[in-house]
């Protein structure tokens, strides 16, 4: 079952789903827009839709299976965009039987709308009177009306205003906004539609339903077994959260400092993941905090001020970095008030410190200078005219200012690894379809963290094979509503991946192999790659800003090296 929201009409209409059958989160927003969106179409316009789906395993209360898909256009890239989000928002919508949302058109008012999803179906509701609010206002206001059970996904000012880095928060199992659907802008595809919010209340829905639940159980334990006995997801992620790669980033080199100046951060320490949790601990904070339901690696946190009020929560590596180490900046209090900022305004957290790195290079603050740097995000929630060039990302930043060293692929931020000591990951910035993401073959793991083997970051031999590899079965992963986070046991405990496939195969009737399922992972790659190339994203945008390749990085004195006909080869299959 789908619901189909026009906005124009302010109709929403019931279908079968009977033409998406057999595809989840992932899979399933890549097939829409590819089928329903013209790729040539602007971002922002009647044209483009924006698509909610559930993964193959939502609702089953699988073990780290409550991610959500949203896809579309990226008004930042151009290209198709998958963005992932946790919370609670994916696991209830698996449990109503909801495959997917599509919202389409664009309203003829200047009136907003909240689009409530119960069991009793779907309707849109006009509310105006959020209109100006940001995220935990909006929030707050919408769990007043509706209760507290609810899981919702809003946009900030900047989603209203269509900043190209908006993105949509969504409320976690304790209805705080801290979890966000960040990449590619989709806040602002969400702003063109008049869609304030998006609220579901699963109250009265029916356990899902399984082809074999006795099945489904033994390869849920499978992964679950994986999940606790392998180091990364058992022990250094619940302690620590992702944070704990900044002094191991910082360490190997790879670090991006002062907007990719450096790859060591002298106040790395400072920022890491040890000291977010000393600090957490101090304060009456939270570390081993689930984002979704049926997380067993609870790597997110709650981060108090001194007086012990809670100031953000989620506070992740890319955000930390991002805000920290790329700016320059070692205060961990006010890394966390400018998370706090980008997740109530609703901008990407990455975009934005990226964006602001390229501000400093520019004049408009200097490295080091946290205060500044608040300010800066404070134009953004303001919309001046200068928040507008901020809230567009980094590219345009960049454009405005005349600023050469600005570190994006296909106008999107590329995150917390320096592309020339990690080369691995410099190659999914390169070659992947969304812009540069991390999440899309994050082969960190087998350069600096020897999970899945062991592959010399330095070195660019096996580099592409690597990331062919990931981005394959990272696209399959984002289509089961799995968190990627599993990748870490499944890449080295053979018994977890087994445990996913049979899963899968448990959930809906199937007899697919694994070989099956990272050909559904191709078969996404090539559709995105088709949905790109009909947009005029040819082969030769994947590749790095030229700096990478011209100016060695610092400890290890490093380019980026990989020649551009080799990444060519990446989608050879």
């Given at each position: 079952?789908?619901?189909?929201?026009?906005?124009?009409?302010?109709?929403?209409?019931?279908?079968?789903?009977?033409?998406?059958?057999?595809?989840?989160?992932?899979?399933?927003?890549?097939?829409?827009?590819?089928t329903?969106?013209?790729?040539?179409?602007?971002?922002?316009g009647?044209?483009?839709?924006?698509?909610?789906?559930?993964?193959?395993?939502?609702?089953?209360?699988?073990?780290?299976?409550?991610?959500?898909?949203?896809?579309?256009?990226?008004?930042l890239?151009?290209?198709?965009?998958?963005s992932?989000?946790?919370?609670?928002?994916?696991?209830?919508?698996?449990?109503?039987?909801?495959?997917?949302?599509?919202?389409e058109?664009?309203?003829?008012?200047?009136?907003?709308?909240?689009?409530?999803?119960?069991?009793?179906?779907?309707?849109?509701?006009?509310?105006?009177?959020?209109?100006?609010?940001?995220?935990?206002d909006?929030?707050?206001?919408?769990?007043?009306?509706?209760?507290?059970?609810?899981?919702i996904?809003?946009?900030?000012?900047?989603?209203?205003?269509?900043?190209?880095?908006?993105?949509?928060?969504?409320?976690?199992?304790?209805?705080?906004?801290?979890?966000?659907?960040?990449?590619?802008?989709?806040?602002?595809?969400?702003g063109?539609?008049?869609?304030?919010?998006?609220?579901?209340?699963?109250?009265?829905?029916?356990?899902?339903?399984?082809?074999?639940?006795?099945?489904?159980?033994?390869?849920?334990?499978?992964?679950?077994?994986?999940?606790l006995?392998?180091?990364?997801?058992?022990?250094?992620?619940?302690?620590?959260?992702?944070?704990?790669?900044?002094?191991?980033?910082?360490?190997?080199?790879?670090?991006?400092?002062?907007?990719?100046?450096?790859?060591?951060?002298?106040?790395?320490?400072?920022?890491?993941?040890?000291?977010?949790?000393?600090?957490?601990?101090?304060?009456?904070?939270?570390?081993?905090?689930?984002?979704?339901?049926?997380?067993?690696?609870?790597?997110?946190?709650?981060?108090?001020d001194?007086?012990?009020?809670?100031?953000?929560?989620?506070?992740?590596y890319?955000s930390?970095?991002?805000?920290?180490?790329?700016?320059g900046?070692?205060?961990?209090?006010?890394?966390?008030?400018?998370?706090?900022?980008?997740?109530?305004?609703?901008?990407?957290?990455?975009?934005?410190?990226?964006?602001?790195?390229?501000?400093?290079?520019?004049?408009?603050?200097?490295?080091?200078?946290?205060?500044?740097?608040?300010?800066?995000?404070?134009?953004?929630?303001k919309?001046?005219?200068?928040?507008?060039?901020?809230?567009?990302?980094a590219?345009?930043?960049?454009?405005v200012?005349?600023?050469?060293?600005?570190?994006?692929?296909?106008?999107?931020?590329?995150?917390?690894?320096?592309?020339r000591?990690?080369k691995?990951?410099?190659?999914?910035?390169?070659?992947?379809?969304?812009?540069?993401?991390?999440?899309?073959?994050?082969?960190?793991?087998?350069?600096?963290?020897?999970?899945?083997?062991?592959?010399?970051?330095?070195?660019?031999?096996?580099?592409?094979?690597?990331?062919?590899?990931?981005?394959?079965?990272?696209?399959?992963?984002?289509?089961?509503?799995?968190?990627?986070?599993?990748?870490?046991?499944?890449l080295?405990?053979?018994?977890?991946l087994?445990?996913?496939?049979?899963?899968?195969?448990?959930?809906?009737?199937?007899?697919?192999?694994?070989?099956?399922?990272?050909?559904?992972?191709?078969?996404?790659?090539?559709?995105?790659?088709?949905?790109?190339?009909?947009?005029?994203?040819?082969?030769?945008?994947?590749?790095?800003?030229?700096?990478?390749?011209?100016?060695?990085?610092?400890?290890?004195?490093?380019?980026?090296?990989?020649?551009?006909?080799?990444?060519?080869?990446?989608?050879?299959?």
């Amino acid at each position: 079952m789908l619901y189909r929201v026009n906005m124009r009409g302010l109709t929403v209409t019931k279908e079968d789903g009977s033409s998406y059958r057999g595809l989840g989160g992932r899979a399933l927003t890549t097939r829409v827009i590819g089928t329903e969106v013209d790729p040539n179409a602007h971002a922002l316009g009647a044209l483009n839709k924006l698509v909610i789906g559930p993964g193959l395993l939502s609702g089953t209360g699988a073990p780290n299976a409550g991610r959500l898909s949203l896809g579309g256009k990226s008004p930042l890239t151009g290209t198709i965009k998958e963005s992932n989000v946790g919370g609670a928002m994916g696991h209830k919508l698996g449990r109503m039987g909801i495959t997917a949302i599509i919202i389409e058109d664009v309203p003829q008012d200047d009136k907003l709308y909240v689009l409530k999803v119960d069991m009793q179906g779907a309707v849109l509701e006009e509310m105006s009177e959020l209109k100006g609010l940001d995220i935990y206002d909006t929030v707050a206001r919408l769990q007043a009306k509706f209760g507290g059970k609810v899981a919702i996904g809003a946009i900030g000012t900047a989603g209203e205003n269509k900043m190209t880095a908006a993105c949509i928060g969504f409320t976690d199992m304790d209805g705080v906004p801290l979890r966000q659907a960040g990449r590619g802008g989709l806040g602002a595809v969400m702003g063109s539609k008049g869609l304030k919010a998006i609220v579901v209340d699963d109250a009265g829905a029916p356990l899902v339903k399984f082809a074999d639940e006795a099945a489904f159980r033994a390869g849920a334990k499978k992964l679950a077994d994986a999940l606790l006995k392998h180091p990364v997801t058992s022990q250094g992620l619940p302690t620590y959260g992702t944070d704990v790669l900044v002094n191991i980033l910082s360490e190997a080199g790879g670090l991006p400092t002062n907007n990719f100046s450096s790859g060591r951060f002298a106040g790395a320490n400072d920022i890491g993941g040890e000291t977010l949790n000393a600090i957490c601990k101090e304060r009456g904070g939270k570390t081993g905090h689930g984002c979704s339901p049926g997380c067993i690696i609870r790597c997110s946190n709650i981060y108090k001020d001194t007086a012990g009020n809670q100031v953000t929560g989620g506070f992740e590596y890319e955000s930390v970095w991002s805000l920290g180490a790329n700016l320059g900046i070692n205060n961990l209090d006010d890394i966390a008030v400018m998370n706090k900022l980008c997740d109530d305004y609703g901008v990407d957290t990455i975009e934005m410190g990226v964006t602001l790195g390229v501000a400093m290079e520019a004049g408009l603050a200097k490295f080091g200078d946290s205060k500044a740097a608040i300010e800066l995000l404070r134009e953004v929630g303001k919309a001046t005219p200068l928040g507008r060039v901020l809230g567009s990302g980094a590219a345009v930043t960049g454009q405005v200012y005349g600023v050469r060293r600005v570190p994006v692929v296909k106008r999107q931020a590329i995150p917390a690894y320096d592309p020339r000591a990690v080369k691995g990951v410099g190659v999914t910035y390169a070659t992947t379809t969304m812009g540069a993401d991390h999440t899309a073959g994050y082969a960190v793991a087998a350069n600096i963290l020897g999970v899945g083997g062991k592959v010399d970051p330095l070195s660019s031999a096996g580099q592409v094979e690597l990331s062919r590899n990931l981005q394959i079965a990272t696209a399959f992963i984002d289509s089961t509503s799995l968190c990627l986070f599993v990748a870490f046991a499944i890449l080295d405990i053979p018994e977890g991946l087994e445990g996913i496939v049979e899963m899968c195969n448990a959930r809906h009737g199937w007899n697919y192999t694994l070989n099956d399922y990272l050909e559904m992972g191709r078969q996404v790659l090539r559709e995105e790659r088709a949905f790109n190339t009909k947009a005029g994203i040819c082969d030769d945008a994947d590749d790095l800003p030229d700096f990478f390749r011209t100016e060695p990085l610092p400890p290890h004195n490093v380019v980026f090296d990989i020649p551009r006909e080799e990444l060519k080869t990446l989608y050879n299959f």
